[in-house]
């Protein structure tokens, strides 16, 4: 079995949204979801942080919405 060439995270994020058929974030939609994440991370278990942002996806938030609210508990 052939091992896969290494990627960016940002071209794994763009493959695996093709995948799933929709549209990847941009640049800005990253970094606040990064930021959510620390939030989420600093403010409990590191396990909060994809957890928070699979939250985000399932609230149908939108990401600087979502990192106020994270926000509110500081």
Do not use: F, N, Q
Not at 40 to 60: F, K, N, Q
């Amino acid at each position: 079995m052939a091992t896969p060439t290494p990627k960016t995270g940002r071209e794994w994020i763009d493959a695996y949204a093709e995948r799933l058929g929709v549209e990847a974030p941009d640049d800005e939609t990253v970094e606040t979801l990064l930021e959510l994440a620390g939030v989420a991370a600093h403010s409990s278990e590191r396990i909060a942080a994809p957890i928070a942002c699979w939250l985000v996806g399932r609230a149908g938030l939108d990401p600087d919405a979502a990192l106020e609210k994270a926000r509110e508990d500081d």
